[in-house]
C-alpha cells in the first residue's frame, strides 16, 4: 500500500507533467516517461468507461459504495487523482508565468517556443520512416494541417466556447502522447495566448472572490475555463483512444503524421511574433536576435530531456 512520501513522489511527478505541458513543444507524455509512469497513466486512462463512471456515480447512494470503491481502484483512481493534482497545480502555475511574459517579452517567448517545437521534432524525425506510399502521404498530411491551421487560426478564429471546447478536447488528449505537445496544438489553433491568459484571470477571480473583492473576473472566465476542461475529458476519452489504436494498428504512419504535425507547426511562433510586430512597428532585424537567443534557449532544453529518455522505449 502506498505511504504519504509515494503520493508526495507521485504529485511531484504531476507537477513535472504540467509544467510541460503547459509549454508547447515539450509533451507531458515524454516526462511520465522520463519519470516512470507512462504504462501506468495509459492503463488508467483506458480503463475509464461509461460503465465504470455509472458506477462511481451510483456511489451517492449509500448501498452502491462498495461496487463504487471496486470501480475506483478498477481505474486506479487514487493515482489518477494525485497525478491531476499535479497536473493541474504546475499547469495554473506555469500559464499565468506565461501569460505574463506573453505580455511584457513576446518575441523572446514565443522564440523559445520555437525551440522547443524545432527541437522536438528534430529529435522524434529520428523514428520516422517515410519509405511508404503511405507514410509519405500520412507526413504531407500532418505538416500540410498544421503549416496551414497555423497561419489561419491565429488571424481567423474567435476564441468562442465552441472553439474553446475543441481547443480542448485536442489539447488535453495530445498531452498523454509522448513527443505530442498539447500546448502547442493550441499555438496551432490561436488559443494558447487566449487560454493562458483566461486561467490567469480565473486565478485571480477565485483569489479576489475569496478575499470578498468582488468575483466579476470569475464570472467572465469560468466558461472558457469549463468549456476547455469539458472538451479535454471528451478529447482523453475519445481523441486519445483513437490515436493509441491508430498507433497499434499503422504504427510508422501515424508517428509520420503525428511528426510532420510539429514540423509543421514551427509556422506557429512566427506567425504570432510577426503580428506582434506589426502592431509595435518593431522590424524584423532588429528582433530577430532575441528570438534566436530564445530559440537556442528552448532547443537545449528539449535536448537535455531527450538525453534522460532516450533510452525509454515505447
Known amino acids: 500500500m502506498a505511504g504519504l512520501r509515494d503520493w508526495v513522489t507521485l ?37 475509464v468507461d461509461p460503465s465504470r463512471i455509472r458506477r462511481l456515480l451510483a456511489g451517492l447512494h449509500p448501498d ?27 499547469v495554473i502555475a506555469v500559464l499565468s508565468g506565461v501569460d505574463y511574459l ?26 520516422v520512416e517515410l519509405d511508404t506510399p503511405r507514410r509519405k502521404a500520412a507526413a504531407i498530411g500532418g505538416f500540410s494541417l498544421a503549416f496551414l491551421a497555423s497561419g489561419y487560426a491565429s488571424t481567423a478564429l474567435a476564441s468562442s466556447l465552441p472553439v474553446v ?34 486561467v490567469s484571470r480565473f486565478v485571480d477571480g477565485i483569489a479576489g472572490f475569496a478575499l470578498g473583492n468582488g468575483s466579476d473576473a470569475l464570472t467572465e472566465t469560468l466558461p472558457p475555463v469549463a468549456a476547455f476542461l ?21 504504427r510508422a504512419a501515424t508517428l509520420a503524421f503525428l511528426v510532420s504535425l510539429i514540423v509543421g507547426a514551427l509556422r506557429a511562433p512566427v506567425v504570432e511574433v510577426s503580428i506582434r510586430l506589426s502592431e509595435s512597428g518593431e522590424p524584423w532585424s532588429a528582433a530577430a ?19 534522460y529518455s532516450a533510452a525509454i522505449e515505447y
Do not use: C, W
Open 11 to 47: 504529485y511531484l511527478k504531476g507537477v513535472a507533467m504540467g509544467s510541460a505541458d503547459a509549454v508547447p513543444g515539450v509533451s507531458g507524455g515524454t516526462i511520465a516517461l522520463i519519470v516512470g509512469i507512462y504504462e501506468r497513466l495509459i492503463a488508467a486512462v483506458t480503463a
Open 64 to 90: 452502491n459504495i462498495p461496487d463504487a470503491r471496486a470501480a475506483f481502484h478498477e481505474i486506479d483512481g487514487a493515482f489518477l487523482v494525485v497525478l491531476l493534482a499535479g497536473i493541474g497545480t504546475a
Open 102 to 127: 506573453l505580455d511584457t517579452r513576446p518575441v523572446a517567448t514565443y522564440g523559445f517556443f520555437f525551440g522547443l517545437i524545432a527541437a522536438s521534432a528534430a529529435v522524434l524525425l529520428g523514428d
Open 165 to 198: 471546447f475543441v481547443a480542448g478536447a485536442v489539447a488535453v488528449s495530445a498531452m498523454i502522447l509522448p513527443g505530442v505537445s498539447g500546448s502547442l496544438l493550441l499555438v496551432v489553433l490561436g488559443q494558447y495566448e487566449y487560454m493562458s491568459g483566461t
Open 230 to 250: 469539458l472538451g479535454g475529458v471528451v478529447g482523453v476519452f475519445t481523441i486519445a483512444h483513437a490515436v493509441k489504436y491508430a498507433l497499434s494498428r499503422a
Open 289 to 307: 536576435p532575441r528570438f534566436a537567443l530564445a530559440a537556442v534557449g528552448g532547443a537545449a532544453l528539449v535536448l537535455v530531456l531527450d538525453r
